[in-house]
């Protein structure tokens, strides 16, 4: 038990003093561009799935008739 904690303490000096942190501005600005372009990308991919799901049921119902 006491590897683990040792190696936790250490982890966490090793966060605090070799880390290079970029500035907290960069890192909202960051956080906002990721969130767009993740909101950007689901609504891309839902919009092919709803398409490739409308093709794909007019095409099961012309192979149906």
């Known amino acids: 038990m006491a590897k683990?904690?040792?190696y936790i303490s250490e982890?966490?000096?090793?966060l605090?003093?070799?880390v290079t942190w970029s500035p907290w501005s960069d890192v909202q600005r960051y956080t906002i561009i990721?969130?767009?372009?993740?909101?950007?990308?689901?609504?891309?991919?839902?919009?092919v799935?709803?398409?490739f799901g409308?093709?794909?049921?007019v095409f099961y119902s012309?192979?149906?008739a």
Do not use: P, Q, Y
Request: hydrophobic share 55%; glycine share 8%; charged share 15%.
């Open 4 to 6: 683990v904690f040792n």
């Open 11 to 14: 982890a966490f000096t090793e």
């Open 16 to 18: 605090k003093s070799n």
């Open 34 to 47: 990721v969130a767009v372009f993740a909101i950007l990308f689901s609504l891309a991919t839902w919009g």
């Open 49 to 51: 799935d709803s398409g």
């Open 54 to 57: 409308k093709v794909l049921g």
């Open 62 to 64: 012309w192979a149906r």
